[in-house]
């Protein structure tokens, strides 16, 4: 099944709490949330504190992308504010296995990303485990950045790897997606498509039903 993550990064931070509601009941599945700690990638989004209190306004899965340090420091806070599936770059820890585990232990589903630069290929020996594959399609740390290209080939190793498994692994692309080349990713193989800045800019009910739309037609 595709599914639609909208991600809040996009969205207007005055009125978080309303546009998330309209993405959800436009009928987004999951609502993406970026946190950054100025380490990992340049920028710093917000945290849980405010994970916490979005969690009053919609029961859609929180589906938490840790572009970290060390996200082994903050698996429990994360769990704790309502994350239902955590995502962490491979690139940011040397302690993978633990960080796996310490998700699923906590009943959460557990992702693993790659940056544009990082072959797939370096996550064979999490798939096992894994339930989500995230291939970034931009650099990680900013919204609005052009989707690269020469990711679509990624994407399709990742869903044969994930294919491969016999098991239900999702891919995720994430990053510069549009209604213009959400079809591409599709495509190659990503089910769960995130998008920020053309969901979150101009009408966002009606850009959520015309991506969901795409989705659905997809394969
Ligand atoms: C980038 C984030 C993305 C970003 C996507 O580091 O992980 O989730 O918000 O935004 P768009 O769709 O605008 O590229
Ligand atoms: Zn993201």
Do not use: W
Not at 184 to 193: E, P, R
């Amino acid at each position: 099944m595709n599914i639609l993550a909208p991600s809040i990064l996009a969205a207007d931070f005055a009125v978080l709490g309303e546009q998330i509601r309209t993405v959800d009941e436009a009928g987004a599945q999951y609502i993406h949330i970026d946190v950054m700690d100025g380490i990992f990638v340049p920028s710093i989004s917000y945290g849980m504190p405010v994970i916490k209190s979005l969690r009053k306004v919609t029961d859609k899965v929180f589906d938490v992308h840790l572009m970290i340090e060390k996200p082994e420091r903050y698996i429990s806070a994360f769990a704790d504010c309502g994350a239902d599936s955590i995502t962490f770059h491979i690139e940011a820890t040397d302690k993978a296995d633990e960080v796996l585990e310490d998700i699923h232990c906590r009943g959460l589903k557990a992702g693993i990303s790659v940056k544009p630069d990082t072959p797939v290929e370096v996550l064979r020996p999490y798939l096992d485990r894994l339930d989500m594959i995230l291939v970034m399609t931009v650099e990680p740390g900013f919204g609005g950045q052009s989707y690269l290209d020469f990711c679509t080939g990624k994407v399709e190793e990742a869903r044969k790897m994930a294919d491969g498994t016999g098991r239900s692994i999702d891919v995720q692309v994430d990053g510069g997606i549009t209604l213009g080349n959400v079809e591409t990713a599709l495509h190659a193989g990503a089910n769960v498509i995130v998008t920020g800045s053309a969901v979150f800019r101009g009408d966002i009910a009606a850009n959520t039903r015309a991506f969901l739309e795409k989705l659905q037609y997809a394969p």
